[in-house]
């Protein structure tokens, strides 16, 4: 596995999800924003816009691109509490990633990605483990995700990236 497309390796589901992972995974999400906003406060308009690897997006679509699913995964778990089982809209990631808002600057992003996980870990601590598997299909797997499965994916997802832009940073010296 590369290790600049995986610093922290694939997402692994554990077999059975403990109430000690979701706590874990909660912590990860509360503290991702106040993390990523210290990491990338300081960098100019031409640090932003260093791709995180070859081939990869800039670290300015990369944080773009934090807030935009984070965003879609708020609205997952709403579905999930809201709907019976409901078949979710996927979305096109690397298209919006080059949509002309992934170039604007980031604060918008930082604040809405604060404004999102708010959300999400008041949501995720305030339901019953029971109430946690529910779940939403996605279109692409036509497969189930419970909303344990969707904390954890989350919760990795933003490490992983978090880990694309500390990694860009080690590596320049920034």
């Known amino acids: 596995m590369d290790p600049l497309k995986f610093p922290i390796g694939g997402f692994e589901l ?47 679509q ?36 080059g949509l002309p808002d992934a170039q604007m600057p980031i604060e918008s992003s930082l604040q809405l990605l604060e404004a999102v996980h708010q959300k999400i870990v008041y949501l995720v601590r305030s339901l019953p483990l029971e109430e946690m598997k529910r779940g939403f299909i996605h279109p692409d797997t036509k497969k189930e995700r419970t909303l344990l499965e969707n904390t954890l994916l989350y919760a990795w997802h933003g490490t992983h990236h978090y880990a694309h832009l500390e990694g860009l940073a080690k590596r320049n010296h920034w």
Do not use: F, M, N
């Open 14 to 60: 554990p077999a059975e999800i403990s109430q000690q992972h979701i706590e874990t995974a909660i912590e990860k999400l509360e503290h991702l924003p106040t993390a990523l906003r210290q990491l990338v406060s300081s960098w100019s308009d031409s640090q932003l816009d260093t791709p995180y690897r070859e081939g990869g997006w800039t670290a300015r």
């Open 62 to 97: 990369l944080i773009h691109h934090l807030a935009d699913s984070h965003l879609h995964s708020l609205i997952r778990y709403k579905w999930a509490l809201s709907e019976e089982t409901p078949l979710i809209k996927a979305y096109d990631q690397d298209g919006w990633a």
